[in-house]
């Protein structure tokens, strides 16, 4: 079974610093979706990047890229010059397409805090 | 597009009382989503449509749970009956043909069984 683990609970970051938030997945399948998602405080669930397993360049949004070592099954977010509003919980996510049915798993997420 | 749409925001009931969520997916979308998030066991997929028909409902933690689609544009959750441990926001989320993949979720229901 798939499985998605966040090992940080919670994190902080200064004001217009950088930080990376680290996720690991296990699964056998070879193609895949990874996600991240955050949500502040207002409890909206917001896609932050996707990344599709058969691609080997890292996707970038922006402040935010991510670092994905398929071998080792990571997935990590890293986010640059970060800024009040990124004050959130943020969750990783993958995904499996079978057959025409989804099979979404979210890790735990990790409580990010960014200090003024 | 207004994105996923769910009513109640927030619900109050006693326990024993029915309970029924609704989401409105986006347009064009074929794939709805509902999930429930509590501190204890985080975000949990419940039930999944695709093309209006249950897929996946592995996740109903009992039979006090059931969900619908009757259309492409509407679903519901209903809890009969409900129970204190039931409290937790519940999300709706979904996802178009496109390939992407990514969910789109709704603002969630915060419910309170007293």
């Known amino acids: 079974a798939q499985t998605v683990t966040q090992s940080q609970p919670e994190m902080s970051v200064q004001e217009a610093e950088t930080v990376t938030l680290s996720c690991t997945y296990d699964?056998?399948?070879?193609?895949?979706?990874l996600f991240w998602y955050k949500q502040p405080p207002s409890r909206q669930m917001i896609l932050v990047i996707r990344q599709e397993a058969y691609k080997q360049q890292n996707a970038t949004e922006n402040r935010f890229s991510v670092n994905f070592q398929k071998a080792a099954k990571s997935f990590s977010l890293k986010i640059s010059d970060s800024q009040l509003g990124d004050t959130a919980m943020y969750f990783c996510?993958?995904?499996?397409?079978?057959?025409?049915?989804?099979?979404?798993?979210f890790g735990t997420g990790t409580r990010l805090k960014v200090l003024a | 597009d207004a994105g996923v749409i769910q009513s109640p925001r927030h619900e109050v009931t006693e326990m024993g009382q029915e309970v029924t969520l609704r989401c409105k997916p986006i347009s064009g979308h074929n794939s709805l989503f509902w999930y429930r998030q509590t501190m204890m066991r985080g975000l949990e997929l419940l039930i999944y449509f695709n093309n209006n028909v249950p897929i996946d409902d592995s996740g109903m933690p009992e039979d006090r749970f059931s969900a619908k689609m009757p259309n492409a544009s509407f679903s519901t959750l209903k809890i009969q009956p409900s129970e204190p441990r039931d409290s937790a926001v519940y999300f709706c989320?979904?996802?178009?043909?496109?390939?992407?993949?990514?969910?789109?979720f709704g603002p969630g229901t915060r419910l309170t069984v007293t």
């Open positions: 699964t056998s399948e070879n193609n895949y979706y």
């Open positions: 996510a993958f995904m499996k397409r079978t057959s025409g049915t989804y099979k979404y798993i």
């Open positions: 989320a979904s996802s178009g043909p496109s390939g992407s993949y990514e969910q789109y």
